[in-house]
C-alpha cells in the first residue's frame, strides 16, 4: 500500500516539478549558508580548543614594574605554577607600521606555525600571520627591524595575540599597522639595546596553574612580591620615582592638616550640641507653661464675655430708667398742672370761704339770736375749716411746688439718663471690642502652644541631631587619626625603596586578546542554528501549503479511500512523504555543498581567519553538522506538515466525499456597502489566508535577515565614518612615567582604566579628565564635581546610557567600584571614554594638582618614547575604522539578496498557488464576462494591500528585534559602541523594495490569469 | 438477515432546519442477493446506504451486517468494519488520479488480507489493457469500471454502490450494471445499490422502495430481468 501511495507521491513530484525544485534550490542554498557557518563556526572553536592544547596557551598573565627575581621564579615553580617570561618591545617598522618584539617562547603560548620554521639563528624570525598576510610578507623575504636585519623563516600566530590588537583597550584589531615578530633571545637583547624602542620594555609574565592554585590565590602571592629600587635600570622609572618621593612630605604635611581639621571640626560640633541641649532644655520649659498661658487667656475671654453682657444689660437698664424719667417727668408736669388748677380752686374756695367766715362773723353779730347762735355755732366749724382749708391751701401750695420741683427733677433725672444712655454705647462697643481681643488672645496662646510644641519637637531632632553630629564629627576625628596613622605607615611603605612588583594581573577569562575568535564565532553558530530552522520550517510550511491544496483538491478521493478502510495514518505518511522527501534531499545536497566544496565551510571561516590570527587551520566536520543537514530538514517538514494536514485529513469520510467545507470565524463575515470588486477582494484574502499567513511569515524571516544584514552594514559603517569623524587629536600619548612639565602644544589630561561589563563581556573605559581650553573634546562646561561627568557617544550606545543615568565602573585591581552620572553625552566613538574636569579628575583618584598621564595634540610632539605606554594617532583610528567594512561586504551582500530572493521564491508560489486553488472560480468569471484586468483586481490585488500592510508590521518588529538581538548576541564581544539607528529614508527604502518585489512577481502572475482558459477549466471539472 | 436495521432513525440540523432523513427503517437484506434502493431525490436512499456503510451516525436504531453491529464502532474498529466487510462504488468514481488503473486497484489490495487476482479481475472486468492507463485515459464507463475493480478486489462481503451509473451514458449504464450482475453471480457479494433509475429495480432480487425516510415499498422480485435485457436505462 505504501509503495502504491508512494508511486503516486513521486508523481505529484513530478507533476510540481518547478515549485518543488525551486523550494528546493532554496532549502539547499539556506542548508548550506547555515551548515558552512556551522561547520565554520565549528572548525574554528575546534581548531582553538586543539591548539590550546597542542600549543599550551596560557591560564592567565601579569606584568611587573621589575623582572622577577630567579628566587621569586623558584618559588612559584615549588607551588606548582609555571611561568615564562613574554617581555616585548615595540619598534616601528616603518612610519605607520608597528611591531612588537618578543623572544621565541619554549612551553607557554608556542608559536603555532602556518608555513616555514621557528628561528634557528639570530638573524631569522616568526612573523605573525595577520601581519604578514595584509603585508605581503612570504618566507624567506628580510626586513630590517631596530637595525637588525630578520630574516622570516616562518609565519605562525600565538594564542596570546589571537586578538592582534596593540592595547587591551583597542577595539579593533588593524592587522595592516600592527603585528607581532619572534626572534631568539639574543637577538631581542640586541634590539633593546639599539635604543630604537617606541615605549618600554613590558616586563609580562604568561603562567599556568597546573591546578596547584587560583588565579585569585597567585594574585595574592604576586602581590606580596616586591622590588628593590636598586634592581630598577629603567631611567625613566627612577626619575619617576624620585619625583613621587619629593612628595611624601607634601602628603604627610596634609594628613596632620586634615587630622586637625577633624579635631576642631569635633570639638565645633560638641560645643554646638551643648548649645542646641540648653536650647531644648528652655523650649521645654516654654512648652510646660503654655497650657497654664491658654487657660489665662481663655479665662480672660470668658471675663471679657461676662463684662460685655453686664455692659449691655446696664445700657438696657439706663435706657429704661430714661424712659422712666421721661415719664416721670410728664406725670409731674401733669401733677403740678392739677396742682395749679387746685391752687386756683384752693384760692377760689378760700376766697369763698372767707366770704363765708365773713358771713359767718356777721351773723354772730345779728340781732337775731337765732341767726347769731347758729352763726355763733358755726363760727368754730368755719374757722376749722378756714384753718383747715389754710392747711390744704399750704398742702396744695406745696404740692404744687413740690410737683414742679419734681417735674424739673424728673427732667434733669431724663436728661441725666440720656446722657448716660449715650455713654454707654460706648461702653458697650468697648466692652465688645475688649471680648474680641480676649478672644484672639485665647486663639493665638493656642497657636502659640501648637508652635511652641512643634518647637519643641524641631528642638528635640536638632538635639539629636546636634548629638549625632558631635558622634560622627568625633569619629571622623577619631577615623581620621586612624587614617592618618595608616596613611603614614602606607606613605612610608609606598616611599620605600621596596614596594610592589605587580603591576597587571589578567586571568585568560579577561584577556580580550586570547580565545576572541572561537567568542566571536558562539554567536555566529548559535544565531545559524536559529535562523537555519527557521527558513527550513518557513519552507516545510509553504510546501504544506501545497500538500494541503492537494488534499482539498482530492477531497473525494481520500473520502473513497477512507470508506474501504483505508487508515488516517497511512494517508498522512503519504501526503507528508514530498515535504520530507524534499526536504531530505535538500538537506543532503546543502550539506555536501557545505562540507565538500571550496565554497563551503572553507569559505566561510575566511571571514574569521581574515580577522584574527590563527595557527594553521583544519576544517572539522562536526556530528551536529550531518544531524542538522539530513534529520533537522525531514523532520522540521515531517512535523510541520503533519501538524497542518491532521486536521484536514481528520474529516469524517461522509464530509470528504461531500468536500464539505468548514466556514471558519471571519471567513463568514458580512460585508456590506462596499464595491462588489472590493467585497470579493476580501473576501479571498480570507478565503486564502493560510496562504497569506505563509507570505506573511516568510516576509517577516526575510526582513529579520535582511535587517541583520542592515544592521551590520550600519554599524560596520558608522564605524568606519565615526571613529574618524569624532576624533578630533592626531596624537593621544599614554605615559607610563608621566613628567612635571606638559610638552610643548599638548593638552595634558588625567587618563585612568576602569572595566564595565556588559552582555557577558567587560571592556575598559577611560575616565579622561581634561582641562577647560582642550580643543579635541566638544563637551561644554564640565560639571564642578566628580560624580557628574561627560561620557562619549561610544559609550552611551554601547551600555544604552542617557542624560540622567547613573552607572557604575570597575576598579578589578583595587576592587573598588566609582559610581557616576550623566550630565552630557558628545560625540566620540574610538573608544569609550568619560570626560571630567581635570582637577576633578585629579581629586577623584588623588593626584596631584598638577599631575596627568596623557597629553592630546594635534601634531606629533617630541616625547621620549621610554616614558610612554602608548602613542594613538588618529592615522592609526582612520586604518582600523574601515577593517570591518572590509571584512563584512560579502557577508552585507549575501545576506542582503538571499531574504530577497527567499521572498521572491515564496511570494511567487503562493501567489501562484493562490490562482490555481481558484482558477476554476477565474474560469467562471471569465465566463461571466469579467476582464482580465478585473479578475487580477479579485484573485491578485488583495495580496498587495497584505503584503504591504505586513511590511509596515513587520519592518518595525524586525528592526526592534534586531535592536535587541544585534547588542547582545552579534557584537557582545566587540569594545565599540555606535548609533543603530536608521533614518527614515532607509526604512522607506525597505518598504519600497518590498513593494516593488511584490510588483513584479505581480505582474508575472497576470501572465498567468490571462492564460487560464474558460472552456478548458469547465471540461476538466469531472 | 446479513444486513439488517431495526428502527433507523436519521435527522440533520437543529430548529428551524431540522430535517428527519430516516424516519424508522426496518429492513433486511440476505447474502448474496442484489437490492435496490430506489426513491426520489431527498428521500433518503443515500443517508440509509452511509449509515450502512458506516460513514454515517445514526440516532436511533440499529444496524448490523453480518451480525456485527456497526452503530457501536467508533474510529479505527469502523476503519477495520469498512475495511473488512465493504466495497464502494461511487457516482463519480473518485479515482486517484495521479494512479494507473492497476495502481487505484492496489491500493485497495493492500487493505485486504485475501484480496482477489488483480490480473483476473482487471480482465473479468475488461481493464486488463487500460490497466497502466491514468484515469484521465479513460472513459466514464472505464473508469467506474476501474471503480468496481478498486472495490472488489478486497473481496468485500457487501457492495455499497451509490449511484454507480448516475454519470453514466446508457450503454455504458448497462455494461457496468452486466458487470455487477456478473460479480454478483461469481463472488456471491451483497449488493446494496442505490439508484434512481427506475429500470434497474428489475435486474435484482429485492426491491426497496423509499419515500420520505420511510420505506414505501419492500419487495423481491419474482422474475429477474437480466441486464443485458434491461430497457430505458
Known amino acids: 500500500m505504501g509503495g502504491i501511495l508512494f508511486k503516486r507521491t513521486l508523481r505529484d513530484l513530478k507533476a510540481g516539478a518547478a515549485r518543488y525544485i525551486a523550494l528546493s534550490l532554496l532549502i539547499i542554498f539556506s542548508l548550506y549558508l547555515v551548515i558552512s557557518l556551522m561547520g565554520a563556526a565549528y572548525t574554528i572553536i575546534d581548531n582553538s580548543e586543539r591548539s590550546d592544547k597542542e600549543l599550551v596557551t596560557e591560564d592567565g598573565e601579569f606584568t611587573v614594574f621589575v623582572p622577577l627575581t630567579d628566587e621569586e621564579i623558584n618559588e612559584l615553580t615549588q607551588k606548582g605554577i609555571t611561568v615564562e617570561e613574554m617581555f616585548s618591545t615595540d619598534y616601528r617598522l616603518n612610519s605607520d607600521q608597528v611591531l612588537r618584539a618578543f623572544k621565541v617562547r619554549t612551553h607557554i603560548d608556542q608559536i603555532g606555525l602556518v608555513r616555514g620554521e621557528l628561528p634557528k639563528t639570530d638573524s631569522e624570525a616568526v612573523l605573525e600571520r595577520r601581519f604578514a598576510e595584509e603585508n605581503g610578507y612570504e618566507v624567506g623575504d628580510t626586513i630590517e627591524l631596530a637595525g637588525q636585519t630578520l630574516t622570516i623563516c616562518g609565519i605562525g600566530a600565538t594564542a596570546d595575540y589571537n586578538n592582534v590588537v596593540r592595547n587591551l583597550s583597542d577595539s579593533v584589531v588593524s592587522s595592516k599597522a600592527f603585528g607581532t615578530i619572534f626572534v631568539m633571545p639574543d637577538t631581542y637583547d640586541q634590539m633593546l639595546s639599539s635604543g630604537n624602542a617606541i615605549a618600554s620594555e613590558e616586563y609580562n609574565y604568561a603562567y599556568l596553574l597546573n591546578g596547584a592554585?587560583?588565579?585569585?590565590?597567585?594574585?595574592?602571592?604576586?602581590?606580596?612580591?616586591?622590588?628593590?629600587?636598586?634592581?630598577?635600570?629603567?631611567?625613566?622609572?627612577?626619575?619617576?620615582?624620585?619625583?613621587?618621593?619629593?612628595?611624601?612630605?607634601?602628603?604627610?604635611?596634609?594628613?596632620?592638616?586634615?587630622?586637625?581639621?577633624?579635631?576642631?571640626?569635633?570639638?565645633?560640633?560638641?560645643?554646638?550640641?551643648?548649645?542646641?541641649?540648653?536650647?531644648?532644655?528652655?523650649?521645654?520649659?516654654?512648652?510646660?507653661?503654655?497650657?497654664?498661658?491658654?487657660?489665662?487667656?481663655?479665662?480672660?475671654?470668658?471675663?471679657?464675655?461676662?463684662?460685655?453682657?453686664?455692659?449691655?444689660?446696664?445700657?438696657?437698664?439706663?435706657?429704661?430708667?430714661?424712659?422712666?424719667?421721661?415719664t416721670l417727668s410728664e406725670g409731674a408736669s401733669q401733677i403740678a398742672q392739677g396742682a395749679s388748677t387746685l391752687n386756683s380752686g384752693a384760692q377760689e374756695y378760700t376766697a369763698g370761704l372767707s366770704q363765708f367766715s365773713n358771713s359767718v362773723t356777721a351773723m354772730t353779730q345779728s340781732q337775731d339770736p337765732y341767726m347769731a347762735g347758729v352763726a355763733a355755732s358755726l363760727k368754730d366749724p368755719v374757722d376749722s375749716l378756714n384753718s383747715g382749708f389754710a392747711q390744704i391751701s399750704g398742702g396744695i401750695s406745696e404740692l404744687s411746688n413740690g410737683s414742679a420741683e419734681l417735674q424739673n427733677g424728673a427732667a434733669a433725672l431724663s436728661d441725666g439718663l440720656g446722657t448716660l444712655s449715650d455713654n454707654s454705647s460706648a461702653l458697650v462697643s468697648g466692652a465688645n471690642a475688649l471680648h474680641d481681643g480676649t478672644s484672639e488672645l485665647a486663639d493665638a496662646a493656642i497657636e502659640l502652644s501648637d508652635g511652641v510644641d512643634e518647637l519643641y519637637d524641631g528642638s528635640e531632632e536638632l538635639r539629636d541631631g546636634t548629638g549625632e553630629l558631635a558622634d560622627g564629627a568625633r569619629e571622623l576625628a577619631d577615623g581620621v587619626s586612624e587614617f592618618s596613622d595608616e596613611a603614614n605607615d602606607l606613605i612610608d611603605e609606598v616611599f620605600n625603596i621596596k614596594t610592589r612588583n605587580l603591576r597587571m594581573f589578567l586571568p585568560v577569562c579577561d584577556n580580550p586578546r586570547i580565545g576572541a575568535a572561537a567568542d566571536d564565532v558562539v554567536n555566529t553558530l548559535s544565531a545559524s542554528i536559529i535562523f537555519g530552522i527557521l527558513l527550513v520550517m518557513l519552507f516545510a510550511y509553504v510546501i504544506s501549503v501545497f500538500v494541503v491544496h492537494n488534499i482539498d483538491s482530492d477531497s473525494a478521493v481520500i473520502g473513497a479511500l477512507y470508506s474501504m478502510g483505508l487508515k488516517r495514518r497511512t494517508l498522512t505518511l503519504s501526503y507528508v512523504a514530498i515535504p520530507v522527501l524534499v526536504c531530505f534531499v535538500s538537506g543532503v545536497i546543502g550539506l555536501l555543498v557545505a562540507t565538500l566544496t571550496p565554497f563551503g565551510i572553507a569559505m566561510q571561516m575566511q571571514d574569521t581567519l581574515s580577522y584574527y590570527s590563527m595557527p594553521d587551520v583544519k576544517v572539522t566536520l562536526s556530528p551536529v553538522l550531518y544531524v542538522y543537514g539530513l534529520v533537522v530538514p525531514p523532520v522540521t517538514a515531517f512535523i510541520v506538515n503533519v501538524l497542518v494536514i491532521r486536521s484536514r485529513l481528520k474529516k469524517t469520510p461522509l464530509a470528504l466525499l461531500k468536500n464539505e467545507r468548514k466556514v471558519s470565524r471571519g471567513k463568514d463575515l458580512k460585508i456590506k456597502r462596499l464595491k462588489f470588486i472590493d467585497m470579493f477582494r476580501i473576501r479571498q484574502m480570507l478565503r486564502e489566508g493560510r496562504s497569506a499567513l505563509t507570505v506573511l511569515f516568510g516576509l517577516f524571516l526575510c526582513l529579520l535577515i535582511a535587517f541583520l544584514a542592515i544592521e551590520v552594514n550600519v554599524y560596520c559603517s558608522r564605524v568606519k565614518t565615526d571613529f574618524v569623524d569624532y576624533t578630533n587629536f592626531e596624537y593621544m600619548y599614554t605615559y607610563k612615567y608621566p613628567t612635571e612639565e606638559v610638552p610643548e602644544g599638548g593638552y595634558e589630561a588625567v587618563v585612568e582604566s576602569f572595566k564595565k561589563e556588559i552582555y557577558g563581556y567587560s571592556f575598559d573605559v577611560a575616565v579622561v579628565g581634561i582641562t577647560e581650553d582642550n580643543p579635541f573634546f566638544d563637551t561644554g562646561d564640565l560639571p564642578d564635581n566628580n560624580t557628574d561627568v561627560v561620557i562619549g557617544s561610544a559609550m552611551a550606545y554601547k551600555y544604552d546610557l542617557e542624560v540622567g543615568d547613573e552607572f557604575t565602573l570597575e576598579d578589578s585591581s583595587n576592587d573598588r567600584l566609582y559610581a557616576f552620572r550623566v550630565e552630557r553625552i558628545v560625540d566620540f566613538a574610538a573608544s569609550f571614554m568619560i570626560f571630567m574636569d581635570i582637577d576633578e579628575c585629579r581629586e577623584l583618584f588623588g593626584e596631584d594638582d598638577d599631575y596627568f598621564n596623557a597629553v592630546f595634540s594635534d601634531h606629533a610632539l617630541d616625547i621620549d618614547s621610554g616614558r610612554l605606554y602608548s602613542t594613538l594617532s588618529k592615522s592609526d583610528i582612520e586604518k582600523t575604522a574601515g577593517i570591518f567594512v572590509n571584512q563584512m561586504s560579502a557577508m552585507i551582500i549575501a545576506m542582503s539578496v538571499t531574504p530577497a530572493v527567499i521572498f521572491v521564491v515564496v511570494l511567487y508560489l503562493m501567489l501562484k498557488m493562490m490562482l490555481d486553488r481558484s482558477s476554476f472560480n477565474i474560469s467562471l468569471v471569465k465566463i461571466f464576462g469579467f476582464r482580465n484586468k478585473e479578475v487580477r483586481q479579485m484573485y491578485l490585488d488583495g495580496n498587495f494591500y497584505i503584503v504591504a500592510l505586513g511590511s509596515l508590521i513587520a519592518i518595525p518588529l524586525c528592526k526592534a528585534i534586531m535592536d535587541y538581538i544585534y547588542p547582545r548576541y552579534m557584537v557582545n564581544n566587540v569594545g565599540v559602541g555606535v548609533d543603530s539607528s536608521y533614518s527614515m529614508s532607509m526604512y522607506a527604502v525597505i518598504f519600497a523594495v518590498i513593494l516593488i518585489l511584490y510588483l513584479i512577481i505581480s505582474s508575472v502572475l497576470v501572465g498567468r490569469i490571462k492564460k487560464i482558459d474558460p472552456t478548458e477549466v469547465l471540461k476538466n471539472r469531472e | 438477515m446479513f444486513i439488517e436495521t431495526k428502527g433507523l432513525k436519521k435527522s440533520y440540523g437543529e430548529g428551524g432546519s431540522y430535517t428527519e432523513v430516516l424516519k424508522g427503517i426496518d429492513l433486511g437484506v440476505a447474502k448474496g442477493e442484489m437490492c435496490v434502493i430506489q426513491g426520489t431525490s431527498g428521500s433518503g436512499k443515500s443517508t440509509l446506504l452511509n449509515c450502512i456503510g458506516g460513514l454515517d451516525t445514526i440516532d436511533s436504531g440499529s444496524i448490523a451486517v453480518d451480525g456485527l453491529k456497526i452503530e457501536a464502532l467508533k474510529g479505527e474498529k469502523l476503519s477495520d468494519y469498512r475495511r473488512d466487510n465493504l466495497g464502494f462504488i461511487f457516482q463519480f468514481y473518485n479515482l486517484v488520479p495521479n494512479l494507473t488503473v492497476r495502481e487505484n486497484i492496489q491500493v485497495c489490495e493492500y487493505l485486504s488480507k485475501k484480496p482477489l487476482k488483480i490480473d483476473e479481475l482487471l480482465t473479468v472486468l475488461g481493464l486488463s489493457e487500460h490497466q497502466n492507463k491514468f484515469p484521465s485515459q479513460l472513459s466514464g464507463g472505464q473508469q467506474q469500471r476501474c471503480a468496481i475493480a478498486r472495490a472488489l478486489i478486497k473481496n468485500p462481503k457487501v457492495l455499497l454502490c451509490d449511484e454507480p451509473t448516475g454519470a453514466l451514458d446508457s450503454k455504458t449504464s448497462r455494461e457496468i450494471l452486466i458487470l455487477l450482475e456478473q460479480v454478483n453471480k461469481q463472488y456471491g457479494t451483497t449488493m446494496l445499490i442505490v439508484t434512481h433509475n427506475n429500470s434497474i429495480k428489475n435486474m435484482v432480487d429485492h426491491v426497496i422502495y423509499i419515500k420520505d425516510g420511510e420505506i414505501h415499498k419492500d419487495y423481491r422480485n419474482e422474475v429477474k430481468v437480466p441486464a443485458k435485457d434491461l430497457e430505458d436505462l
Open chain 1, 213 to 326: 592554585m587560583t588565579d585569585n590565590e597567585l594574585r595574592t602571592i604576586l602581590e606580596e612580591n616586591e622590588f628593590d629600587l636598586r634592581d630598577v635600570r629603567d631611567e625613566y622609572f627612577l626619575d619617576y620615582w624620585e619625583e613621587m618621593t619629593g612628595r611624601k612630605d607634601e602628603l604627610l604635611e596634609g594628613i596632620d592638616e586634615l587630622s586637625d581639621g577633624a579635631n576642631e571640626l569635633a570639638d565645633g560640633a560638641e560645643e554646638l550640641d551643648d548649645g542646641v541641649n540648653e536650647f531644648s532644655d528652655g523650649i521645654t520649659e516654654l512648652r510646660d507653661n503654655m497650657p497654664d498661658l491658654v487657660d489665662g487667656t481663655s479665662e480672660l475671654d470668658d471675663g471679657a464675655g461676662e463684662l460685655e453682657d453686664g455692659i449691655r444689660a446696664y445700657t438696657s437698664g439706663v435706657n429704661e430708667a430714661a424712659t422712666g424719667a421721661s
